[in-house]
């Protein structure tokens, strides 16, 4: 992901310079990206730092960013702790710099499209899919994956989100969960299920939700939406935005350091919320399960 921010970047000249990267792997990199020798050497060098490092690591860099004055955008999820997200989001609200997080979900065009035809009317009801394979991770499903479906229900639905209950297991002998199913619903009256999956083959991420007039599906991969009216009809394809979701990232990233209002972008406590809420499904998940029910029958003389 670091390569890919370095690439988007660099062909915004217009809007960002960019100094160089700091990786501890001797990775390749590409002709227009100086490698730095230390991860301090990049933070003193820049305006803004992009954190692309693992999951365990978002915490310590970020807090260090915030500390030496500089803006920051990391990776989704903010931290792998709910209790450190919410500590960073607090310490970045108290300093003049600003942190954002890159749930860059926000950005796909089926999202960007939903988000404008949402505006005048609730959603009632969502369901969520994030399936397939994805590299092992020092975290749960939940927190790797499904914080971004938790802040599509909070960014689409209008409303804080609660999770009601959650089921899930480890297919892989870790402790951590490897799927999961959620219930939740939000303060503004829409009720939601997710199901994520890291040990299907094959890819799938899927958004249905339902308002008082429309019934919408998409594809978040295949970039489609299609919608339904309640009342019945033919479905119709809904025109989407071709913008590269990293590149409308990267653009409302700079309007928002150059004085203008953040659209999109996920802030910190935005960032928080997700990873609490990942956390809160997890530990349901990790409960232990209640011995079956055996009731005896006695037959009739």
Request: with cysteine.
């Amino acid at each position: 992901m670091g390569l890919r921010h370095a690439r988007v970047l660099a062909g915004l000249a217009e809007r960002f310079a960019l100094v160089g990267g700091y990786d501890v792997r001797e990775v390749e990199v590409p002709s227009y990206l100086t490698r730095l020798p230390s991860e301090a050497e990049a933070i003193a060098r820049a305006d803004v730092v992009v954190i692309a490092t693992p999951i365990d690591g978002h915490a310590g860099v970020v807090s260090r960013a915030l500390a030496a004055g500089r803006h920051v955008l990391v990776e989704k999820p903010l931290c792998a702790m709910g209790a450190d997200a919410h500590a960073l989001a607090a310490a970045a609200a108290r300093g003049p710099t600003r942190l954002f997080v890159a749930h860059s979900e926000r950005f796909n065009p089926v999202v960007r499209a939903l988000a404008r035809l949402l505006r005048d009317e609730p959603v009632l009801a969502f369901d969520l899919q994030r399936v397939g394979p994805s590299k092992p991770t020092e975290v749960g499903v939940l927190v790797n994956l499904a914080v971004h479906d938790f802040d599509l229900a909070a960014y689409l639905g209008g409303g804080e989100v609660t999770v009601r209950d959650a089921v899930g297991g480890a297919i892989s002998g870790d402790a951590a969960e490897d799927l999961a199913h959620v219930l939740f619903d939000t303060t503004a009256g829409a009720v939601g299920h997710l199901y994520v999956d890291r040990t299907l083959p094959a890819r799938r991420r899927s958004l249905a939700l339902a308002t008082p007039r429309w019934i919408y599906e998409a594809d978040l991969l295949a970039h489609r939406l299609v919608r339904a009216a309640r009342a019945g009809g033919a479905r119709t394809d809904v025109p989407l935005p071709l913008e590269e979701p990293l590149v409308a990232q990267a653009i409302a990233l700079a309007d928002a350091l150059d004085g203008g209002a953040a659209r999109e972008l996920a802030a910190a406590a935005d960032g928080a919320r997700a990873v609490s809420l990942a956390e809160r499904a997890a530990a349901m998940c990790a409960r232990p399960q209640a011995p079956e029910a055996h009731m005896a029958a006695r037959r009739p003389q």
